[in-house]
Antibody, heavy 120, light 107 residues
Framework: EVQLVESGGGLVQPGGSLRLSCAAS????????MNWVRQAPGKGLEWVSY????????YYADSVKGRFTISRDNAKNSLYLQMNSLRAEDTAVYYC?????????????WGQGTLVTVSS | AIRMTQSPSSFSASTGDRVTITCRAS??????LAWYQQKPGKAPKLLIY???TLQSGVPSRFSGSGSGTDFTLTISCLQSEDFATYYC?????????FGQGTKVEIK
C-alpha cells in the first residue's frame, strides 16, 4: 500500500524557517517524481514545488522561488521542503504528492498533510 | 502560467441528481487534465486523469470529457458520499495549476 506521511509542520514566526519531511513507503520511491502542494485555510490547492526522481530537475512556484528548497533522499525514501523567510501567506496545510509517471504529471497519491502556521 | 477556471464555484444538489462541473483552461492543454475530490480535513483524491480516464477504484458514476480548453466532470447519480469539493488540474506544463474548486452541497 502506498503511503506518504508528512511531518515537521508547526507554528513559526514571520521570517523564520521550517523543514518539512515526507516519508514514503509501499512503492519504489526512487522511481517517482514528487511534489509539494499547499492549501491555505479555506482556500484552494496551490502547487509549490516539483523534483524529479533523481533530484536533477526541480521547479518552484513563483510565490516560493528563492525561499523554499525541495530535496529528496532516495536511500531514506524521503522528500523534504526547506522553507525560509516565511510569511503569513505561507500559512497552509502542506501535502506531498506523488507524480503518476514521467509522462503524466497528475498526482495519484497524496499524504495527509502537515499544517504550517506563520504568525507572531 | 495556465489559468484554470471552474464553474460554478458552488451549488446545491440532491441525492440522485445528475451534476456537471465545468473547467476551462486559459490556453489549450490537449487532454492533460485531472479531476480530484476533496472532503473536509482530508487530502485530495484522484478521480479522473487524461480528461476522461477513470482512476482505479473510482465509481463509474463519475465521468470526464473534453479536450483543448473546455472540460467537464459529470456525476451521473449523486450519492451522499459525493458531497465534497472538486478541483480540476492541468498538467500540460509546469507550473501545474488547479481550478479554484467547486463545492457540491446538499440541497
Amino acid at each position: 500500500e502506498v503511503q506518504l506521511v508528512e511531518s515537521g509542520g508547526g507554528l513559526v514566526q514571520p521570517g523564520g524557517s521550517l523543514r518539512l519531511s515526507c516519508a514514503a513507503s509501499g512503492f519504489t520511491f526512487s522511481s517517482y517524481e514528487m511534489n509539494w502542494v499547499r492549501q491555505a485555510p479555506g482556500k484552494g490547492l496551490e502547487w509549490v514545488s516539483y523534483i524529479s526522481s533523481s533530484g536533477s530537475t526541480i521547479y518552484y512556484a513563483d510565490s516560493v522561488k528563492g525561499r523554499f528548497t525541495i530535496s529528496r533522499d532516495n536511500a531514506k525514501n524521503s522528500l523534504y521542503l526547506q522553507m525560509n523567510s516565511l510569511r503569513a501567506e505561507d500559512t497552509a496545510v502542506y501535502y506531498c504528492a506523488r507524480t503518476s509517471s514521467s509522462w503524466d504529471d497528475y498526482f495519484d497519491y497524496w499524504g495527509q498533510g502537515t499544517l504550517v502556521t506563520v504568525s507572531s | 502560467a495556465i489559468r484554470m477556471t471552474q464553474s460554478p464555484s458552488s451549488f446545491s444538489a440532491s441525492t440522485g441528481d445528475r451534476v456537471t462541473i465545468t473547467c476551462r483552461a486559459s490556453q489549450g492543454i490537449s487532454s492533460y487534465l485531472a479531476w480530484y475530490q476533496q472532503k473536509p480535513g482530508k487530502a485530495p483524491k484522484l478521480l479522473i486523469y487524461a480528461a476522461s480516464t477513470l482512476q482505479s477504484g473510482v465509481p463509474s458514476r463519475f465521468s470526464g470529457s473534453g479536450s483543448g480548453t473546455d472540460f467537464t466532470l459529470t456525476i451521473s447519480c449523486l450519492q451522499s458520499e459525493d458531497f465534497a469539493t472538486y478541483y480540476c488540474q492541468q498538467y500540460y506544463s509546469y507550473a501545474v495549476t488547479f481550478g479554484q474548486g467547486t463545492k457540491v452541497e446538499i440541497k
